[in-house]
């Protein structure tokens, strides 16, 4: 005779709501006195070895609209393509350097801004050097589970030619949804579009 296992079934999936930025950017959302400062506001400091850029970030829902309730973190190797992370094994990351930031879209933009430097290459799994990235990762309404997505340099023609994360996107248009725009005032400029004709490309990770 069969045994029944009772098993305990699913929950349904609920969207992070508000909550994520209370929690997570307290300070952003006008409550004071939790941190000092939202944790990952600030990347660098005036010791930090390399070169400095700006990095303005927007999400776009599929109808093209900016959603202004995201929350977007970013990840990245130093200016020598060093993890500040207990895993990295090929050396020391930059003191002076977090790694990490973390912040919440404007409410009237939908933009974010995060101020940090250039990152060095990093080698892929087989040993080949990947080009100059930032990982991003991406909540907000009506995403579930947080997405994955990386951001590269325009004037890095060559480190992209030869990466082999990109080289790996079968649809060869979609890798453009990966690279950032210059602005005139030297800004990296890098749209998220969730869905869509201009969807960005997403990593399973």
Known sequence: ???????????PSQTAGPYVHIGMTPNFCGIEG?????????????????ERITVRARVFDGA????????????????????????????????????????ATDMDTGECV?????????PFRDGRKMAPHINFWIVARGINVGLNTRMYFPDEEKANGEDPVLARIE????????IAERA???????????QGEKETVFFDV
Not at 4 to 9: D, F, G, P, Y
Request: aromatic share 8%; no cysteine.
């Open 1 to 11: 005779m069969a045994q029944s296992l009772n098993r305990l079934k699913e929950s």
């Open 34 to 50: 939790v941190y000092a400062e939202d944790l990952g506001a600030v990347m660098v400091n005036d010791k930090t070895k390399g």
């Open 64 to 103: 093209g609209a900016p959603l202004k309730d995201a929350l977007i973190e970013i990840w990245q190797a130093d200016a020598d393509g060093l993890y500040d992370s207990p895993a990295e094994m090929r050396g020391k990351a930059d003191p002076d350097f977090t790694g990490w930031g973390r912040k």
């Open 114 to 122: 995060f101020e940090t430097i250039k990152p060095g290459r990093v």
């Open 171 to 178: 649809h060869r248009q979609r890798v453009a949804t990966l």
């Open 184 to 194: 005139a005032d030297g800004t990296y400029l890098f749209d998220i579009h969730l």
